[in-house]
């Protein structure tokens, strides 16, 4: 028997993603039928979801905590288990924009289960470019759905400017975001996107989620970031067999009391 695709949210009878609402939960739950599962000597196969969309690419997680918890539930321990993230990576992503008005995803999709960002806990977002693109890209977001309809905004990039910081106004962009996109005001256009990083209102920082929305790709330059580590050479240098005093002269036949040869202390009786 084989539990195949369970997951941390649900569909029915509403769509409610644990994971993003009630982390605590969430773990525990999965924690918990992982455990109980082996015990009954029942297979688990986790939704995709662990690792979706381009992070399978590098590949990485982006529910890091998630895949832990599993390990754990199933082995006891997670020694040996590596969980790269995409904070791991330095990214670059390659836009092709081919259609005027098409858009590339910097939060959320065309999905109806993406969590909304909230403006009472979402304060603003950050988008680095590898250059001025002010004239040629804007920022926009879809809120407030309302049916079928969302209520739009469209922000200029900062003009003069590779970083452009864009803090949300609810009398613009309303109190919950559904999506977030770099559109093309032109067709044929080509970008850079460096990093997107959406800004709480605690100060804290959630990297952005990137997407092809429609009438674009891209492609992900990824490079391993330095491990903080690396090797220090070091000179070994070897002793000469001289003898010192405790003044630094040096002597050939030592007498009574303290002397050093080759980095080590003597008593001369």
């Not at 979801?49 to 399978?56: C, I, W």
């Not at 009472?120 to 407030?144: A, C």
């Not at 990083?197 to 391993?224: F, R």
Request: charged letters at 25%; one cysteine or more.
């Amino acid at each position: 028997m084989i539990i195949g695709e369970y997951a941390t949210f649900t569909t029915w009878p509403s769509n409610i993603d644990y994971y993003s609402t009630d982390r605590e939960v969430a773990l525990y739950a999965m924690d918990y039928l992982i455990k109980e599962t082996k015990n009954a000597g029942i297979a688990t196969c986790y939704w995709m979801g662990m690792s979706d969309g381009a992070n399978r690419t590098l590949p990485v997680f982006h529910q890091a905590d998630l895949a832990q918890t599993l390990i754990k539930a199933y082995y006891g321990s997670t020694d040996g288990y590596k969980y790269p993230t995409i904070d791991d990576f330095d990214i670059v992503y390659d836009i092709t924009y081919n259609d005027q008005w098409s858009e590339l995803f910097l939060y959320g999709n065309w999905a109806d289960n993406v969590p909304t960002l909230s403006l009472s806990e979402y304060k603003g977002i950050r988008v680095e470019m590898d250059d001025d693109y002010s004239s040629t890209l804007q920022i926009k977001t879809y809120s407030d759905k309302s049916g079928e309809t969302f209520k739009e905004a469209n922000m200029n990039l900062t003009a003069g400017s590779k970083t452009t910081t864009i803090d949300f106004d609810a009398s613009e962009v309303g109190s919950k975001i559904y999506r977030i996109t770099l559109q093309a005001v032109d067709s044929n256009k080509k970008a850079k996107l460096i990093k997107v990083t959406l800004i709480k209102t605690d100060g804290t920082e959630v990297p952005g989620v990137i997407e092809a929305a429609w009438g674009c790709t891209y492609e992900m330059e990824a490079t391993p970031k330095p491990s903080g580590i690396r090797s220090i050479p070091m000179n070994i240098v070897k002793g000469d067999g001289a003898i010192y005093n405790l003044s630094g002269q040096r002597v050939q036949k030592p007498q009574k009391g303290l002397y050093i040869q080759d980095g080590k202390v003597y008593v001369a009786k």
